[in-house]
Nanobody, 121 residues
Framework: QVRLVESGGGLVQAGGSLRLSCAAS????????MGWYRQAPGKQRELVAS???????DYADSVKDRFTISRDNAKNTVYLQMNSLKPEDTAVYYC???????????????WGQGTQVTVSS
């Protein structure tokens, strides 16, 4: 129903920056929340940052003051600006969006395919 396409991952040295983008498409009526999660090898997927239509923003403690999530509602796109990257930020980053489609008749909770972020020391 709703497709999420991520971009912006890659290889960067410690202390560097990357910007991830995630665009949602489909029969979207409303997006209530958009966020970024990450999964490192051998670890569980964890929340990195999220934002709601009501303006609430949450960050994992490990990325506060380094990462910034933002959203362009007109483009159904969420961004993650990552600064001061550390080797421990290395993971596959997944975009998530939840809301409703088809004039609000159905809900959705969709994931992107993931984008690799690798931070070298």
């Amino acid at each position: 129903q709703v497709r999420l396409v991520e971009s912006g991952g890659g290889l960067v040295q410690a202390g560097g920056s990357l910007r991830l983008s995630c665009a949602a498409s489909g029969s979207i009526f409303m997006i209530n929340s958009m966020g970024w999660y990450r999964q490192a090898p051998g670890k569980q997927r964890e929340l990195v940052a999220s934002t709601t239509s009501g303006g609430r923003v949450d960050y994992a403690d490990s990325v506060k003051d380094r990462f910034t999530i933002s959203r362009d509602n007109a483009k159904n796109t969420v961004y993650l600006q990552m600064n001061s990257l550390k080797p421990e930020d290395t993971a596959v980053y997944y975009c998530n969006a939840a809301g409703s489609v088809w004039m609000g008749s159905r809900t959705f909770d969709s994931w992107g395919q993931g984008t690799q972020v690798t931070v070298s020391s």
